[in-house]
């Protein structure tokens, strides 16, 4: 079956996103409805934010605002009222369910319609390595075309992922909305599944950051600048290689470019263990001369210690969330330096006032630093390494796009001193040249100065905003936008998923089970599957439409197995080796989703439904 869509064709506006308002078949319900909204097929109707600044109010069309709409999420329609939807963010049967959630009206014009329940989710190997980005189409036909021809240049993609920013998304991320899809031949033989697909911050080459007044030389610096901040193990052991970094530090005055050194700084957070007079203290950002005078000065002062594992996860989240960073902090990077061992988790007791939760992990720590742009170079500060500090600190640069520097065998604390130098050095010079690049792009916008939006990316947006440098991105409401695509089936890279419920699932796993009993009479066997059939629909089912097409408009996607392609006389013409054959097919259809579920039980418990690879369905 192939899916349809109505979905209008949407058009950007500067400063305003302006959507047309969806024409799918739906009748508006009143807001005194106890059922929630559906659409025609059955499903919850769904809707998507046209970007990452849509709001919902209290009432509809006023000013209070309740929440922020989440980018790429689906919120579920209560009701209509006048030019907006009463929405929730959960799936729920009833309206008393899901005023429950979070709630709230969103103006139909700015939203996005999502009449699948449908949508593609990366795939392992998507995260893994160097690769192609995405790639997408706003036009069928182009792609089509595409297809066609396999010519990239005369029917180019409109559409190219930014690698860096999916790589800063968790792998579980909401998958890209499906709002239809159908079947194309690609070169003219193969046979591949293409998506009408909603897409973030698609970027076109006259999109661009427009600055106020003003604000250009703020933004140079935001852009053109970099902080580091040591989390420097200080007890009495490091005395020896605090010397030795001071030194390096000193040392790269001679080697590093003048205009480098003058756009860098650089503090320290200091700790040591729990009991310890002073476990923690926060050193401001300083020019490079002068943290290399204040790292020489504190080498006296490092004392106490005892413990092997030291709370250097706790140092570094102080570091990402608590340290005071300059407003204009440009590109930050953490440096972690240890020495002898690591505790495997936060502990939270080193910060006085308790802000540092207990029991989160390197993984942990890192995420919301690669989440943020934000690198850790992570250095052993001494010869002897415990249980965990290899793994701590590898995982922290790891995961965060830094680098660990180890100590190897024979070497001593000035060589690994140096070594981190070199890494700062190199690091430093390149995040700044890559901000000069993007300040050389600077260009007037009808009397305003502008960036194109392409060759910046989110990180050092956000350096922007914390610099508070007032600006719009134009043709957008300042945030990522979304938009309509086409995308072609890409496994390796995108793989289709389903939303599907708990009860659900087990009707399929049922209707698996009763299509697979032999011996049984023919009316009997037709009024059970009529009914599991119809507790999956929600309606009485049509004998004259296969078993597939009911399940494909109640589920809203195309199976890739034709098991299901049969209306209920096909059953009745098999013969007894046949039907024994079939039944074991649809025996290990039944024991597949068997299994899906129960490795998701906790998943189905805790909400209303679960994302399902299409490959699990029979």
């Known amino acids: 079956m192939t899916l349809k869509t109505t979905t209008a064709i949407r058009a950007l506006c500067l400063g305003t996103l302006v959507l047309a308002p969806a024409a799918l078949a739906q009748s508006a319900m009143a807001c005194t409805s106890d059922q929630m909204a559906r659409t025609e097929d059955g499903f919850f109707r769904k809707v998507v934010a046209g970007s990452d600044r849509i709001t919902a109010t209290a009432e509809a069309g006023g000013t209070e605002t309740v929440f922020t709409l989440e980018l790429m999420k689906p919120y579920y329609v209560i009701c209509e009222e006048g030019e907006a939807l009463r929405v929730t963010d959960l799936a729920a049967p009833t309206v008393a369910e899901a005023e429950t959630g979070l709630t709230g009206y969103v103006r139909r014009d700015q939203i996005y319609e999502w009449p699948t329940a449908e949508g593609l989710s990366f795939s392992d190997l998507a995260f893994l390595g160097e690769r192609p980005e995405i790639a997408a189409w706003d036009s069928r036909d182009t792609l089509l075309k595409f297809m066609e021809t396999g010519d990239a240049m005369g029917h180019a993609p409109t559409f190219r992922e930014n690698i860096d920013a999916t790589l800063r998304r968790e792998k579980g991320a909401r998958p890209y909305p499906v709002l239809a899809s159908d079947e194309g031949k690609l070169l003219g033989r193969t046979e591949r599944r293409y998506f009408d697909v909603l897409l973030p911050a698609a970027i076109r080459?006259?999109?661009?950051?427009?600055?106020?007044?003003?604000?250009?030389?703020?933004?140079?610096?935001?852009?053109?600048?970099?902080?580091?901040?040591?989390?420097?193990?200080?007890?009495?052991?490091?005395?020896?290689?605090?010397?030795?970094?001071?030194?390096?530090?000193?040392?790269?005055?001679?080697?590093?470019?003048?205009?480098?050194?003058?756009?860098?700084?650089?503090?320290?957070?200091?700790?040591?263990?729990?009991?310890?007079?002073?476990?923690?203290?926060?050193?401001?950002?300083?020019?490079?001369?002068?943290?290399?005078?204040?790292?020489?000065?504190?080498?006296?002062?490092?004392?106490?210690?005892?413990?092997?594992?030291?709370?250097?996860?706790?140092?570094?989240?102080?570091?990402?969330?608590?340290?005071?960073?300059?407003?204009?902090?440009?590109?930050?990077?953490?440096?972690?330096?240890?020495?002898?061992?690591?505790?495997?988790?936060?502990?939270?007791?080193?910060?006085?006032?308790?802000?540092?939760?207990?029991?989160?992990?390197?993984?942990?720590?890192?995420?919301?630093?690669?989440?943020?742009?934000?690198?850790?170079?992570?250095?052993?500060?001494?010869?002897?390494?415990?249980?965990?500090?290899?793994?701590?600190?590898?995982?922290?640069?790891?995961?965060?796009?830094?680098?660990?520097?180890?100590?190897?065998?024979?070497?001593?604390?000035?060589?690994?001193?140096?070594?981190?130098?070199?890494?700062?050095?190199?690091?430093?010079?390149?995040?700044?040249?890559?901000?000069?690049?993007?300040?050389?792009?600077?260009?007037?916008?009808?009397?305003?100065?502008?960036?194109?939006?392409?060759?910046?990316?989110?990180?050092?947006?956000?350096?922007?905003?914390?610099?508070g440098i007032a600006f719009n991105i134009a043709k957008g409401e300042d945030g990522i936008l979304v938009q309509p695509g086409f995308m072609i089936e890409s496994p390796d890279l995108m793989e289709p998923h389903v939303q599907i419920t708990k009860d659900t699932l087990l009707e399929l796993i049922n209707l698996m089970s009763v299509l697979s009993v032999t011996g049984v009479d023919s009316e009997s066997l037709h009024r059970s599957v009529a009914q599991s059939l119809a507790a999956i629909a929600g309606e009485a089912v049509d004998p004259a439409e296969t078993i597939a097409e009911t399940l494909q408009r109640q589920l809203g996607v195309k199976f890739k197995s034709g098991l299901l392609e049969f209306n209920l006389e096909y059953l009745d013409a098999l013969t007894p080796g046949e039907r024994t054959s079939f039944a074991k097919r649809l025996q290990d259809a039944a024991v597949g989703l068997d299994g899906f579920l129960n490795a998701r039980l906790a998943e189905f418990d805790s909400g209303e439904a679960v994302w399902m690879p299409v490959t699990a369905l029979p």
């Open 205 to 467: 080459s006259t999109d661009a950051v427009v600055l106020k007044a003003g604000a250009v030389d703020a933004a140079t610096r935001a852009l053109t600048s970099a902080t580091i901040v040591i989390a420097f193990d200080a007890t009495g052991s490091m005395e020896g290689f605090a010397r030795a970094v001071a030194v390096s530090l000193a040392d790269a005055i001679d080697t590093l470019p003048p205009e480098t050194i003058s756009a860098l700084r650089i503090g320290f957070v200091f700790y040591r263990d729990v009991g310890d007079p002073v476990p923690l203290e926060a050193v401001a950002a300083v020019p490079l001369k002068e943290a290399s005078d204040a790292l020489d000065k504190a080498a006296v002062t490092m004392s106490g210690g005892g413990d092997d594992a030291e709370p250097v996860l706790d140092a570094v989240q102080y570091a990402a969330q608590l340290y005071d960073w300059p407003a204009d902090a440009g590109k930050k990077i953490i440096v972690a330096v240890l020495n002898d061992d690591a505790k495997p988790a936060t502990i939270g007791a080193l910060d006085a006032e308790g802000r540092i939760p207990a029991g989160i992990d390197a993984i942990g720590v890192a995420r919301g630093l690669f989440e943020e742009g934000v690198p850790v170079i992570s250095v052993q500060a001494g010869p002897k390494a415990g249980q965990m500090l290899t793994q701590v600190l590898s995982t922290l640069a790891k995961e965060t796009a830094g680098e660990f520097v180890p100590w190897n065998e024979g070497v001593d604390s000035t060589a690994v001193a140096g070594a981190l130098s070199s890494v700062l050095q190199e690091r430093t010079v390149a995040e700044i040249d890559s901000g000069r690049e993007v300040v050389g792009k600077i260009y007037d916008f009808e009397g305003a100065a502008a960036i194109p939006l392409e060759v910046i990316d989110g990180e050092k947006l956000e350096r922007l905003r914390e610099a």
